[in-house]
């Protein structure tokens, strides 16, 4: 009988699509979603591997489908669930490390992220995630089980089609080259910037090699302005680091020009950098604007260091904070970047 309801269930969540937002030009698709990262975008790998870099505990997932803690490094979904969403593709973006990951997962998408990851190798093996070669190894696999599933004219599409997302670098900056001594004694930040970006070209660049043809990167946001930052390095005041937001101006700065330049190599394919760091700062900076009340604190714990294992409890109210615990956002600002960027960017990744 349990066994009965359990598949009853996994065929009632098969049916439950979710309702398109962003509706696509006619004649256009994306069949699926691949997501590539850190803890912004990683939806439950980090539960099963070893590291202390884990979500699956409360009070993360206090506002997922019946409280339900994930791995997902927020109070509900993260981007990599809002883009399937949005796109009306399905409700979830499972990780593709889920034991219990379904044929039909692997057809609309999977999630490869892992949180505490970087762009810099350094960056995963000092938190014991998956590193990005990790994750891209992984997608080889997986692309290998898409072709025992679908065959290898239907599985080539997908991957042409598919929506790639690769959300990475605030980790090196704000873990590795500040919190550690380990690049700064051989990288000034414009050297290691042109570290950060030389890795995000060539992970372009494996994707590409491997069947993407649809690939978007985001931007770094003001890591500066995230709350453990301000109490780390902002003073009694708790400001913005500007040190830290240079920082992510310069990388930024410097991804767009390298992805422009990999567009020309691959005139076939559609490579994006998905700018986030003004609109994200504008959120911060002005959060009556968007309905928050609070944007220099999260909702767990005190709000100013907090994160993973150190958050024990949470604010009464979580729709009047722009971020859920130090580092992470809540599922309502994510939901408002990823419209917002949908919207802005969608139209230059599938035309």
Same mark, same amino acid.
């Given at each position: 009988?349990?066994?009965?309801?359990?598949?009853?269930?996994?065929?009632?969540?098969?049916?439950?699509?979710?309702?398109?937002?962003?509706?696509?030009?006619?004649?256009?698709?994306?069949?699926?979603?691949?997501?590539?990262?850190?803890? &912004?975008?990683?939806?439950?790998?980090?539960?099963?591997?070893?590291?202390?870099?884990?979500?699956?505990?409360? %009070?993360? @997932?206090?506002?997922?489908?019946?409280?339900?803690?994930?791995?997902?490094?927020?109070?509900?979904?993260?981007?990599?669930?809002?883009?399937?969403?949005?796109?009306?593709?399905?409700?979830?973006? %499972?990780?593709?490390?889920?034991?219990?990951?379904?044929?039909?997962?692997?057809?609309?998408?999977?999630?490869?992220?892992?949180?505490?990851?970087?762009?810099?190798?350094?960056?995963?093996? #000092?938190?014991?995630? #998956?590193?990005?070669?990790?994750?891209?190894?992984?997608?080889?696999?997986?692309?290998?089980?898409?072709?025992?599933?679908?065959?290898?004219?239907?599985?080539?599409?997908?991957?042409?089609?598919?929506?790639?997302?690769?959300?990475?670098?605030?980790?090196?900056?704000? $873990?590795?080259?500040? @919190?550690?001594? #380990?690049?700064?004694?051989?990288?000034?930040?414009?050297?290691?910037?042109?570290?950060?970006?030389?890795?995000?070209?060539?992970?372009?660049?494996? #994707?590409?090699?491997?069947?993407?043809?649809?690939?978007?990167?985001?931007?770094?946001? %003001?890591?500066?302005?995230?709350?453990?930052?301000?109490?780390?390095?902002?003073?009694?005041?708790?400001?913005?680091?500007?040190?830290?937001?240079?920082?992510?101006?310069?990388?930024?700065?410097?991804?767009?020009?390298?992805?422009?330049? &990999? $567009?020309?190599?691959?005139?076939?394919?559609?490579?994006?950098?998905?700018? &986030?760091?003004?609109?994200?700062?504008?959120?911060?900076?002005?959060?009556?604007?968007?309905?928050?009340?609070?944007?220099?604190?999260?909702?767990?714990?005190?709000?100013?260091?907090?994160?993973?294992?150190?958050?024990?409890?949470?604010?009464?109210?979580?729709?009047?904070?722009?971020?859920?615990?130090?580092?992470?956002?809540?599922?309502?600002?994510?939901?408002?970047?990823?419209?917002?960027?949908?919207?802005?960017?969608?139209?230059?990744?599938?035309?």
């Amino acid at each position: 009988m349990q066994f009965l309801c359990l598949k009853l269930l996994h065929f009632l969540a098969l049916l439950c699509i979710a309702e398109a937002v962003i509706h696509l030009p006619r004649n256009i698709t994306i069949p699926a979603v691949i997501v590539f990262g850190d803890s &912004i975008v990683d939806t439950g790998n980090n539960n099963y591997i070893k590291t202390v870099a884990k979500a699956n505990y409360p %009070p993360y @997932g206090k506002d997922f489908m019946g409280g339900k803690p994930t791995g997902r490094f927020s109070d509900g979904k993260v981007p990599s669930d809002l883009v399937a969403e949005e796109l009306g593709i399905k409700p979830l973006l %499972p990780p593709y490390l889920d034991p219990s990951l379904q044929p039909q997962d692997l057809l609309t998408g999977v999630n490869f992220a892992s949180g505490a990851a970087g762009f810099d190798p350094l960056t995963s093996d #000092l938190a014991s995630v #998956l590193s990005l070669m990790d994750q891209l190894a992984l997608f080889k696999d997986y692309i290998t089980k898409l072709k025992s599933i679908a065959g290898e004219e239907r599985s080539s599409k997908i991957l042409q089609e598919c929506l790639v997302v690769v959300v990475a670098g605030s980790n090196d900056v704000t $873990n590795t080259y500040f @919190g550690t001594p #380990l690049r700064r004694s051989h990288y000034d930040v414009p050297s290691y910037t042109e570290l950060l970006v030389s890795y995000a070209s060539s992970f372009v660049q494996d #994707l590409h090699r491997l069947g993407a043809r649809r690939i978007g990167l985001l931007s770094l946001p %003001p890591i500066g302005c995230l709350p453990s930052q301000r109490t780390l390095r902002g003073g009694p005041d708790r400001n913005c680091v500007d040190e830290y937001n240079q920082v992510a101006r310069l990388f930024n700065k410097k991804l767009s020009a390298a992805l422009n330049s &990999i $567009n020309r190599q691959f005139p076939e394919a559609r490579i994006v950098n998905i700018d &986030i760091y003004n609109y994200f700062l504008d959120l911060i900076d002005n959060p009556q604007k968007y309905g928050f009340k609070i944007a220099n604190k999260g909702c767990c714990g005190t709000g100013t260091l907090e994160v993973a294992f150190l958050c024990k409890y949470t604010c009464s109210n979580v729709s009047d904070y722009v971020f859920w615990d130090s580092f992470h956002p809540t599922e309502r600002t994510y939901r408002l970047i990823v419209h917002r960027i949908l919207k802005q960017y969608i139209n230059n990744l599938i035309m």
